[in-house]
């Protein structure tokens, strides 16, 4: 069996795993949350296109597959920790813990690099999630972990230690909960079928033009819900029939 690895989609795949490992970098040895972020964001644009080329070359491959998840799980599963693993240690803490027990919740932070990978296996294996997913999508969780990590950082937000901790384990469950978050995946480009896309797209686009950065935790937190509520009201309407 002949595996061709350099090709377009495969190199633009390896863009997103090289802005992981800069935006890495960039929080654990230079504590710059801020470039670490949008080198975060460049990875998830890398995440975007190398899918996009590879069907439009038809070059999509199974290696292209597994290294994308490969990729990812550095982009946006161990990058984003890093974020908040150097933030963590400059955050006020609500109650005097021990020096032991101040370590330890900061390497615990590292459980949504363990969930991203767990998110991204099964992906790679269930045929359910073509035009929705099961779970946080983990440039979603990216985002929002890093986005939060930067504000904390640039002096837009004060989270204690505690918070911090708590939040990154509920969006590393999110990661792997069973909770069908719906894709941004267009069927044309009509309304009818799409009205939730559009609705949403609209909505984020009106929070970022007014607050910014500050709106891209907010837009994150506003998938879920929406999502979550979406989840919740199909399984009712399934159970009644």
């Known amino acids: ?16 795993l090289l802005c992981g490992c800069a935006a890495s970098v960039s929080a654990l040895v230079r504590s710059d949350l801020h470039t670490a ?36 799980d550095i982009s946006f599963g161990f990058a984003p920790a890093a974020m908040l693993f150097t933030v963590y240690a400059a955050s006020p ?13 900061q390497y615990l932070l590292f459980v949504l690099a363990a969930c991203s990978a767990l998110r991204l296996a099964r992906f790679n294996v269930d045929t359910t999630q073509q035009s929705e997913f099961t779970g946080l999508p983990v440039p979603a969780s990216a985002l929002l972990c890093g986005s939060v990590a930067m504000l904390i950082a640039s002096g837009h937000a004060v989270i204690w230690k505690e918070a911090l901790l708590v939040g990154t384990c509920v969006v590393s469950w999110l990661l792997v909960s069973p909770i069908r978050m719906f894709a941004l995946k267009f069927h044309g480009f009509g309304w009818r079928g799409n009205e939730l896309r559009y609705g949403f797209l609209l909505v984020a686009v009106l929070l970022l033009a007014l607050w910014q950065l500050k709106a891209v935790p907010v837009v994150i937190l506003l998938y879920v819900v929406v999502s979550t509520v979406r989840w919740l009201y199909m399984r009712r309407a399934a159970n009644k029939e």
């Open 1 to 16: 069996m002949k595996i061709k690895l350099i090709t377009i989609p495969n190199l633009l795949t390896l863009g997103n």
């Open 37 to 72: 972020f949008w080198f975060i964001v460049a990875a998830a644009l890398f995440d975007f296109f190398d899918g996009f080329v590879a069907r439009l070359l038809h070059q999509a491959s199974p290696i292209g597959g597994e290294l994308d998840s490969l990729a990812d």
């Open 93 to 105: 803490a609500a109650v005097a813990w021990s020096e032991t027990v101040v370590t330890a919740g």
